[in-house]
């Protein structure tokens, strides 16, 4: 799987967007762009994914540059609730066992300020 | 929906004793996967299987770790004999077949090897 970087962390004020870059600069083409969280304590949670059109769901926003190299994740009215570790993971889309594995960095630490 | 279940959430044992951790996932998701997080360190992939059949099992630290899963339904990872480096979070999650398809993580057991 694609290595990615992100930034280890932010801050984000309540109310407004935060926007999470990550950078995968040798994505293939057929590995998906992945964004899990994990607020304290808790177990990972599945935010959203795309392959290369920008994805929209009731949590985030995902864009995806047309060169496929970065994506930045758009949490639209952050909350307080939001802070967490923010993870950018591509993965191998397909069948195959070693495909199917998410193999997750130090991820981003966003802090949702009042 | 029920989502992933783990039991137990805490576990606390001494070095030496047998420990298992049980995960229950989403219904009719064939893939199981075990992840853990090691004090410190990133959340790592231990193995994953497909109904009963392990498909992947590259992350399992060493053979005193025995994971099954009978019948393709619930999952249980045994750790004989514990050790102390054993300590951290181990976390389940489940996901239907088809190769984009999220996984949902359940909330982890926190094992402590004293």
């Known amino acids: 799987d694609a290595k990615t970087t992100q930034p280890p962390s932010m801050d984000c004020a309540e109310g407004r967007a935060a926007n999470l870059p990550c950078n995968h600069s040798t994505i293939s083409g057929n590995e998906y762009v992945y964004w899990y969280r994990q607020i304290h304590s808790q177990g990972p949670q599945y935010i959203i994914h795309g392959l290369k059109n920008n994805e929209t769901n009731e949590m985030a926003s995902l864009i995806i540059t047309e060169d496929r190299k970065s994506s930045t994740l758009i949490l639209p009215h952050a909350t307080l609730r939001d802070t967490a570790v923010y993870y950018c993971?591509?993965?191998?889309w397909g069948s195959g066992g070693s495909n199917y594995k998410l193999t997750f960095g130090k991820g981003t630490l966003l802090t949702v300020n009042p | 929906e029920a989502g992933v279940t783990q039991f137990p959430s805490h576990s606390v044992i001494e070095k030496g004793q047998t420990v298992t951790l049980r995960c229950d996932p989403i219904?009719?998701?064939?893939?199981l996967y075990w992840y853990r997080r090691v004090m410190g360190k990133e959340i790592k992939f231990l193995l994953h299987?497909?109904?009963?059949?392990?498909?992947?099992e590259s992350g399992m630290p060493n053979n005193r770790f025995l994971a099954e899963r009978t019948g393709g339904t619930y999952s249980t990872l045994k750790v004989q004999p514990a050790e102390l480096e054993d300590s951290g979070v181990y976390f389940c999650?489940?996901?239907?077949?088809?190769?984009?398809?999220?996984?949902?993580f359940g909330q982890g057991t926190r094992l402590t090897v004293v």
């Open positions: 999650a489940s996901s239907s077949i088809g190769g984009a398809n999220e996984a949902f």
């Open positions: 993971i591509v993965r191998a």
């Open positions: 219904s009719g998701h064939d893939n």
């Open positions: 299987f497909v109904k009963e059949s392990k498909q992947d």
